[in-house]
């Protein structure tokens, strides 16, 4: 069976400090792969989506970015964290095209 | 850009009343939809779809929703809601050739005992 794994599930930074959150998903192949910050009262806001190995589509100009080095593996970084960056991140994946997506545990990120 | 809308963002109801959650999306061809549900402390988890059919579909839980093309709706019901149904909903639309997955702003469900 298929399942996605998200760490940290808490991270405290300090302003200024680089970020890198990973996401792993496990048994399936090529999936598509989606980061989401879930805001109260906004919703879930989708970030970056992959579809493939090193292709990655921004969603909303920001702070952050996002790679996949590998076909199963997505990571979102910043190279200098702001206060606006604080929330709630979650991974997810999709299988073929318009299949439900699958969600990680997601990660409480606060930048202080 | 295919979006959609959810109106109610806060919901209190009372034990073994009825529910009804509005969400109206944008795209106007053919269309599949989503609603999932966050429970406290928990992840997100599909809670029914609709891909093609039968306009009414049946979900977990004893949830439903209706498709109605007409009205770019896709609402969301339960006839008889419980204490354990306290949680956020979230109705979801695919776009951009199905490549990725828009969320509506979510709606919180209170339900007190």
């Known amino acids: 069976s298929q399942t996605i794994h998200q760490w940290p599930a808490t991270l405290v930074q300090p302003v200024g400090s680089p970020l890198s959150l990973e996401c792993t998903v496990e048994g399936t192949s090529n999936p598509n792969l989606y980061w989401y910050r879930q805001a109260a009262g906004r919703g879930l806001q989708l970030l970056f989506y992959s579809v493939g190995i090193g292709q990655i589509s921004s969603e909303v100009p920001q702070n952050l970015s996002a790679s996949r080095p590998q076909d199963r593996q997505f990571i979102l970084s910043s190279k200098k964290l702001l206060l606006s960056d604080s929330g709630f991140y979650l991974c997810?994946?999709?299988?073929?095209?318009?299949?439900?997506?699958?969600f990680g545990q997601g990660t409480r990120l606060t930048v202080v | 850009a295919q979006s959609v809308s959810q109106h109610n963002h806060h919901v209190i109801l009372s034990e073994a009343a009825s529910l009804e959650l509005g969400c109206n999306y944008s795209?106007?061809?053919?269309?599949?939809l989503f609603w999932y549900v966050q429970y406290p402390g928990q992840h997100l988890q599909l809670l029914l779809k609709y891909f093609s059919g039968d306009p009414l579909v049946k979900g977990i839980k004893g949830f439903e929703a209706e498709f109605i093309k007409s009205k770019f709706s896709f609402n969301l019901r339960k006839p008889s809601v419980q204490w354990s149904d306290t949680a956020e909903y979230f109705c979801a639309v695919p776009a951009t050739g199905f490549q990725k997955l828009v969320f509506g702003t979510g709606t919180r469900l209170l339900v007190s005992p």
């Open positions: 795209y106007g061809g053919t269309v599949n």
């Open positions: 997810a994946w999709t299988g073929p095209p318009n299949t439900e997506a699958f």
